[in-house]
């Protein structure tokens, strides 16, 4: 039974692993990866995935289609709580003054964090809300 679930579990990571890749997202996996991204200018929109529901649900769909607004960022990030354990707490300590939060999205500019959208304001919200507030960071600071 164990195993069963540890197998269905892995195939749920897997699922949204590809949803944000096939998005469009880079995958950070290592905290080496983290720092050679987060150190260079630019502007990063960072989606820290998990496996609940308003991950599924709201967040990824949220971030997926963040790739067609008309302001674009630099770059497409993705750390998954829970999995990529160091490389998600090196994203971490680039968003000072937040606490962890997952599913959640960080703006970044030039390696600074400039908006964090939070757990709390992606879960029980629809994605078009969430999508709004991102569209609202992005055109404040990527434009």
Same mark, same amino acid.
């Given at each position: 039974? /164990?195993? +069963?679930?540890?197998?269905?579990? *892995?195939?749920?990571?897997?699922?949204?692993? *590809?949803?944000?890749?096939?998005?469009?997202?880079?995958?950070?996996?290592?905290? %080496? +990866?983290? @720092? @050679?991204?987060? &150190?260079?200018?630019? &502007?990063?929109?960072? /989606?820290?995935? #998990?496996?609940? !529901?308003?991950?599924?649900?709201?967040?990824?769909?949220?971030?997926?289609?963040?790739? *067609?607004? %008309?302001?674009?960022?630099? *770059?497409?990030?993705?750390?998954?709580?829970?999995?990529?354990? @160091?490389?998600?707490?090196?994203? $971490? #300590?680039?968003?000072? !003054?937040?606490?962890?939060?997952?599913?959640?999205?960080?703006?970044?500019?030039?390696?600074?964090?400039?908006?964090? /959208?939070? $757990?709390? +304001?992606? %879960?029980?919200?629809?994605?078009?809300?969430?999508?709004?507030?991102?569209?609202?960071?992005?055109?404040?600071?990527?434009?």
């Amino acid at each position: 039974m /164990l195993v +069963e679930f540890q197998m269905f579990m *892995n195939d749920v990571v897997q699922a949204a692993r *590809n949803d944000m890749v096939e998005a469009g997202y880079q995958q950070l996996t290592t905290p %080496e +990866e983290v @720092e @050679e991204v987060f &150190s260079k200018p630019g &502007s990063s929109l960072v /989606l820290i995935n #998990s496996v609940c !529901g308003c991950a599924g649900g709201i967040a990824r769909p949220s971030a997926a289609y963040m790739k *067609n607004y %008309e302001v674009q960022a630099d *770059n497409y990030l993705t750390v998954f709580a829970g999995q990529d354990k @160091e490389a998600t707490e090196k994203a $971490r #300590s680039y968003f000072k !003054g937040y606490a962890p939060s997952s599913p959640s999205f960080a703006l970044l500019k030039d390696g600074e964090i400039k908006m964090m /959208l939070e $757990r709390h +304001e992606i %879960e029980g919200h629809e994605p078009i809300e969430v999508v709004q507030k991102l569209e609202k960071g992005v055109d404040t600071y990527f434009k």
